[in-house]
């Protein structure tokens, strides 16, 4: 009997852990794509989580090599587009990324070769890719206007107040 309540506190100690790692690979498989961007998505699979390391299966060495060079800034992305769903702050500290897993998950090579071909003006080079993606992601920034002032803002904030930090710190302010 008196083992009972411990073994209780431990069932739900794994349970509230097996959930919050549950939630971040939803969160991380839902946000990937825009954090690496459409050109560079096809080449990569999110494949699990290890020891806060996410682990990715990319399709050629070229591109784990370029990637493992670009990862701090998609790791950042990738944590600000999850920002207000985690519980706790960045919780992923590095990525892996990995040819070795990716036969197992990706898709037939002629449905690579179709999603590949719709794409125009297609990458010359991994490294090219990897430039559009990093222009991209520091353009997305501040793809958006304010609408009470008209100063660029960014998709948080805007997501977030409907406008941009000035305006909301301002409105909030004179709620008081
Ligand atoms: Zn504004």
Redesign the pocket.
């Known amino acids: 009997m008196a083992f009972a309540p411990v073994n209780t506190i431990l069932d739900r100690i794994q349970a509230q852990e097996k959930w919050r790692q549950g939630r971040l690979w939803f969160l991380v498989v839902r946000y990937w794509g825009e954090a690496v961007g459409a050109l560079v998505a096809p080449h990569t699979r999110p494949t699990g989580i290890h020891r806060q390391v996410l682990q990715v299966a990319v399709s050629s060495g070229v591109w784990a090599q370029n990637l493992t060079f670009a990862r701090r800034s998609i790791l950042q992305k990738l944590h600000l587009l999850m920002a207000d769903q985690l519980t706790e702050a960045n919780p992923i500290v590095d990525i892996h990324f990995s040819t070795a897993r990716w036969e197992k998950v990706s898709p037939s090579p002629a449905v690579n070769k179709r999603q590949t071909k719709t794409i125009k003006e297609l990458p010359q080079s991994p490294q090219e890719a990897i430039d559009r993606c990093m222009t991209s992601l520091q353009q997305k920034k501040w793809q958006y206007r304010?609408p009470?002032?008209g100063?660029p803002a960014s998709a948080l904030e805007i997501d977030r107040w409907q406008?941009?930090r000035?305006?909301a710190s301002r409105h909030l302010l004179s709620q008081k």
């Open positions: 304010c009470q002032c100063a406008m941009c000035y305006c």
